[in-house]
C-alpha cells in the first residue's frame, strides 16, 4: 500500500479516540436545527391525509390571515416560478428497449397526490406553532382514488395508474446476466432449490431527523441552505441545475453536523427546493425540522422486494445457475438514486460469493402509492444478500449439507474473479473468514448447546451468512457500462500551514462514521506529522472544491484515495523545495517519517521546514517552484471494493410465545486494510444492530385498501433496544484492496448486509424439528408463533 507504515502515535492502524467527540459528548455540536439566524421564519407543510387522490381545490385564505404568518404556498405558485420537479431515474435506464418512466415529481402538489404525507402546501410564520395552527386552516378538497400500495398488487395491475406517463405502474425493466446460459445450467441439474421471499420495507430513523434552513442574501442574489444532508455538492448541483435554475456559484450547501443519514439524507428532497426559493420570496430565512411522523411519512423508504429465486445444483451441491426475479417498489415518485439500488446495487452482487457459473436476473420496478423507497444502509446489497443465503442455507438443508459445507464446496478461491453479472472481485479469503467465524461462534459447542436449551424448553439454532458487497460508489467506468448517467468520484485538498500543520478539504461527508478522526490518521501516517497537527474540513460547498458525498461505503476509499493522491503531490512539491535547500537534484530526495533526506546522506529537512519555506520562498527559484503548498486531487476509482464475511447468529426461540432471543452473534469481517480499529468496530456494531432490526423488529406496514401508513410511530414501529441485542463477537480478516492506495475496503453496511439471513437461518434452523420451512422478515413473536401453529396443524 501506498501510505507509510506509521511510528507516529494514532497513524494509521491505531484506535485513536474519535476527534469529533469533544464537541458530541459536550453538547456543543452544531446540527441544522442549532442554526437560528436573524430574522427567523418557520415553515410547515400541509401533507397529503390520502395515499392517491384529486385535488379539486386549495383555499389558503384563512391561514394566509391566521396570526404571524408570512406566506402560503402551494403548486401553483411553485409552477408559477418556473421551479421544475425533483429530478429523478438519473442512473438507470430499462434494458428491454422501453425507456424507464420518469414521471415529475413536484415541489408541491401539481393537481394530484400520490401518498400519504405528499407535500401539499407549506405555511412560513414568524413561529413554528402559528404555522402548524395556520397549516390547520389550509382547505383542501380531494377526489380520493384506490390506492396500490403493495407491489405485488401493482405488478397484477390492480389498482389506477398512478403517474399519466406509467399507465400500468410500471417504471422499468432489467435484466442482468445470460438466460440461455442459466436455462442449459438448470436442465442439467440434479438438483433444484426454489426460494420466495419478501424483504421488508424499512424506515431509515436517523437520530436527527430531516431539517433545513434557507437563507437568501439580496446584495448578492445568492443563497445558504444548511441542511442535514449526506451529500451537500449534488444536492447543490441537483438544485441549481435542474428545479430552480439558479447558477451553481450562487447557492452554497452546508451540511454542518449531522446526526446519521443511513441513506435517507443523500437525495434532494422537496422540502430542500421548497425552503431555498421561499427563502427570496419572502427575503427572510425560512427553517424546516422534521417531527418524528412527517420523518416516517416522508423519508425515502429502503428494501421493499419480492422475490423468486431458484438455484441449480450437481449432485454434489456445486451451483451450477442462479435465476432470480425480483418486483422492486420504487413508491409514488422515483427518489434520486432509486433507480441505482435494485439493479446496479442489487442485481450485480448476486454472484456472492460462489462460483456459479450462470445467472440471469430480472428486476421489474414498479410504482406505488407510497413514500418513495431510495438507498438504506447496505442498499440492494442486503437484499442480493438475503436472498443468495437464504436459498443456499435452504439448498444444503436439502441436500443434506451443513450450512459452512454447501458454502464452502461453491466459495471463490482464485482472485481477480470474474463473476456473470459484471463485476470483478479483486481480493479475498472467504474461507479464513468462515473458518474463523466458526471458531468464534464456537460451532462445535453448539449441540451442547442446544441440547441445554431443549432441557429448559427452547429451541436453539445456529444460521450463517457469508456474504460480500461493492462498496467504494462508484467507478465511472463500471458505472457507465451498466446504463447509470454518472459515476461518482471524490475530491480532496490537502492545505498545508506555513507552520506545517493540515487542513483537509473532503468531498466525503461524515455523519457518524468519524471521518475527522480517521482522515486525521491517514494524513498524519503519510505525512509522518503529529495527529493533532491535522483538522479535516467536510459538508460545505462554499469551502471544498467537489464531493460526491458519504454513501455505499465509499469515503475511505474513493474519498480517503483522493486524499493519498492530493499527499502524493505535496510530497512532490516538498521534494523539489528540498531538494533546492539540501543542493541536490530532486530525484535523490526521499521522504520517510516526515523527513525530505537526500538519499544515502544525513542531509535532511523536516516538513515543517520544507512547509514554511514554501510560504516564505525568498531562497528558492521562484521561476521554476510556485509558492504554498496546497494541492487538490480528483479521484474515480478503477473498481469497486469488495467487503466480504461471514456472519453467524445463534438464538434461542419460546416455541409458546414465538420470541426469538439472540443469544450470540459473530461477525468475520474482511474491510482490507483497516485504518481505525475502534471506528471500525462501532460501524459493524451499528450495522448489525440495524441488520438485527430488519430480521426481527423493523417492518413499514400501509393499509393495503386505505394506503394509509400503520407504522408511523415507535409505538408500531419497533427499533432494537440495547436489550434486543446481544455483545457481538466480531474479528477481520485483512486482504488488502489492489486497486486504493490504503488497501481500504469500506465496512459502514457490512453489519446490515450480512446479519439478517443469518437470523432467520438460525430462527429456522431453531424451528427445523416442528417443521417450519418459511418465515419471512421480521420474525416477530406473532409471525414465528403463527408459523409454529401453522406447521403443527
Ligand atoms: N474505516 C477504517 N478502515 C477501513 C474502512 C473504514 O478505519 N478499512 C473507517 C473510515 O475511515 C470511516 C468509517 O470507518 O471513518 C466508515 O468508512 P466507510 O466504510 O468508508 O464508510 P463511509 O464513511 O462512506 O460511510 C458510509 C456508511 C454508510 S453507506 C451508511 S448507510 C452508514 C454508515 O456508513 N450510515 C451511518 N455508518 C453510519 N454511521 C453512523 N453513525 N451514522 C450513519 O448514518
Not at 15 to 34: C, H, N, V
Not at 467 to 473: S, V
Not at 697 to 708: A, F, P
Not at 735 to 763: D, F, M, Q, R, Y
Request: with cysteine; glycine share 10%.
Amino acid at each position: 500500500m501506498g501510505a507509510t507504515e506509521s511510528t507516529i502515535a494514532n497513524g494509521i492502524g491505531a484506535r485513536a479516540l474519535r476527534k469529533e467527540d469533544a464537541r458530541f459528548l459536550t453538547g456543543t455540536g452544531q446540527y441544522t436545527d442549532d442554526i437560528v439566524l436573524a430574522r427567523q421564519s418557520y415553515a410547515f407543510f400541509v401533507r397529503s391525509p390520502h395515499a392517491h387522490a384529486t385535488i379539486t381545490s386549495i383555499n389558503t385564505q384563512a391561514a394566509a390571515a391566521a396570526p404571524g404568518v408570512i406566506a402560503v404556498y402551494t403548486g401553483a405558485d411553485v409552477a408559477a416560478d418556473k421551479i421544475n420537479g425533483l429530478p429523478c431515474g438519473w442512473l438507470i435506464t430499462s434494458t428491454d428497449g422501453t425507456p424507464m418512466k420518469e414521471p415529475p415529481h413536484p415541489i408541491l402538489a401539481q393537481g394530484k397526490v400520490r401518498y400519504v404525507g405528499d407535500h401539499v402546501a407549506m405555511v412560513i410564520a414568524e413561529t413554528l406553532t402559528q404555522a402548524k395552527d395556520a397549516a390547520e386552516l389550509v382547505e383542501v378538497d380531494y377526489e380520493v382514488h384506490d390506492a396500490v400500495v403493495d407491489v405485488r398488487d401493482a405488478a397484477a395491475g390492480k389498482g389506477p395508474a398512478i403517474h399519466d406517463a406509467a399507465p400500468d405502474n410500471k417504471c422499468y425493466t432489467w435484466a442482468l446476466g445470460d438466460a440461455a446460459a442459466t436455462d442449459a445450467a438448470f436442465a442439467k441439474a440434479a438438483h433444484i432449490t426454489k426460494i420466495d421471499l419478501i424483504n421488508n420495507r424499512l424506515a431509515p430513523n436517523a437520530i436527527e431527523p430531516r431539517a433545513a434552513n434557507a437563507v437568501y442574501d439580496r446584495a448578492g442574489d445568492s443563497y445558504t441552505l444548511y441542511v442535514s444532508n449526506q451529500n451537500p455538492h449534488v444536492e447543490r448541483l441537483l438544485m441549481t441545475a435542474f428545479v430552480m435554475g439558479l447558477p451553481e456559484h450562487k447557492v452554497r450547501v452546508v451540511a454542518p453536523d449531522v446526526g446519521g443519514g443511513f441513506g435517507s439524507k443523500i437525495y434532494l428532497y422537496a422540502e430542500d427546493v421548497a425552503l431555498t426559493w421561499a427563502a427570496k420570496k419572502i427575503n427572510r430565512p425560512v427553517k424546516w425540522t422534521a417531527d418524528r411522523s412527517e420523518a416516517f411519512l416522508s423519508d425515502a423508504h429502503g428494501r421493499d422486494h419480492v422475490t423468486h429465486a431458484e438455484l441449480a445444483m450437481d449432485k454434489d451441491g456445486k451451483f451450477l445457475g442462479l435465476r432470480v426475479h425480483t418486483q422492486a417498489a420504487m413508491g409514488a415518485y422515483l427518489s434520486t438514486f432509486a433507480s441505482a439500488i435494485p439493479t446496479i446495487l442489487y442485481a450485480t452482487l448476486l454472484a456472492g460469493q460462489y462460483t456459479t457459473p450462470a445467472i440471469h436476473v430480472v428486476v421489474d420496478a414498479y410504482f406505488t402509492n407510497t413514500a418513495p423507497v431510495d438507498a438504506y444502509r447496505g442498499a440492494g446489497r442486503p437484499e442480493a444478500t438475503y436472498l443468495l443465503e437464504r436459498i443456499v442455507t435452504r439448498a444444503g438443508w436439502e441436500l443434506g449439507l451443513s450450512q459452512d459445507e454447501i458454502r464452502r464446496r461453491n466459495f471463490i478461491t482464485s482472485f481477480p474473479y470474474q463473476t456473470p453479472v459484471a463485476l470483478q472481485y479483486d481480493i479475498g479469503d472467504y474461507n479464513q473468514c468462515l473458518e474463523r467465524a466458526i471458531k468464534l461462534a464456537d460451532i462445535a459447542g453448539f449441540p451442547a448447546r442446544q441440547a441445554e436449551a431443549k432441557a429448559r424448553g427452547k429451541l436453539r439454532g445456529i444460521g450463517l451468512s457469508s456474504y460480500i458487497e461493492a462498496c467504494g460508489l462508484a467507478p465511472s467506468n463500471i458505472a457507465g457500462a451498466l446504463g447509470a448517467r454518472a459515476g461518482l468520484f471524490e475530491a480532496g485538498e490537502i492545505r498545508v500551514h506555513p507552520t506545517g500543520s493540515v487542513t483537509v478539504f473532503t468531498g466525503s461527508h461524515s455523519h457518524g462514521q468519524g471521518h475527522e478522526t480517521t482522515f486525521a490518521q491517514v494524513v498524519a501516517s503519510k505525512l509522518g506529522i503529529p495527529y493533532e497537527n491535522v483538522d479535516v474540513v467536510h459538508g460545505d460547498t462554499g469551502r471544498i472544491p467537489f464531493g460526491m458525498g458519504t454513501y455505499g461505503s465509499r469515503s475511505i476509499s474513493v474519498g480517503g484515495a483522493a486524499i493519498m493522491k492530493a499527499l502524493d503531490k505535496v510530497i512532490a512539491k516538498g521534494k523539489k523545495i528540498a531538494a533546492h535547500l539540501l543542493e541536490a537534484s530532486d530525484a535523490d530526495i526521499v521522504f520517510e517519517n516526515g523527513e525530505f533526506k537526500v538519499a544515502g546522506t544525513d542531509k535532511k529537512k523536516a516538513f515543517a521546514e520544507i512547509a514554511l519555506t514554501a510560504y516564505v520562498p525568498h531562497n528558492y527559484p521562484l521561476d521554476k517552484l510556485e509558492p504554498g503548498l496546497d494541492e487538490t486531487a480528483f479521484y474515480d476509482p478503477t473498481n469497486f471494493t469488495y467487503p466480504a464475511g461471514t456472519h453467524i447468529a445463534e438464538v434461542e426461540v419460546d416455541p409458546d410465545t414465538g420470541v426469538v432471543q439472540v443469544v450470540k452473534f459473530t461477525a468475520v469481517d474482511d474491510f482490507g486494510t483497516i485504518i481505525n480499529p475502534m471506528i471500525v468496530e462501532g460501524q459493524v456494531h451499528g450495522g448489525l444492530a440495524q441488520g438485527i432490526g430488519q430480521a426481527l423488529l423493523e417492518n413499514c406496514v400501509y393499509d393495503r385498501d386505505s394506503g394509509q401508513l400503520l407504522t408511523g410511530s415507535y409505538m408500531d414501529y419497533a427499533m432494537p433496544r440495547a436489550d434486543d441485542l446481544p455483545s457481538f463477537d466480531v474479528d477481520t480478516v485483512v486482504t488488502p484492496c489492489t486497486h486504493n492506495p490504503l488497501g481500504t475496503k469500506g465496512c459502514g453496511e457490512a453489519g446490515a448486509i450480512g446479519s439478517p439471513p443469518a437470523l432467520i437461518n438460525a430462527v429456522l434452523d431453531a424451528l427445523k424439528p416442528l417443521g417450519v420451512k418459511d418465515l419471512d422478515m421480521p420474525a416477530t413473536p406473532l409471525r414465528v408463533w403463527s408459523a409454529i401453529q401453522s406447521a403443527r396443524a
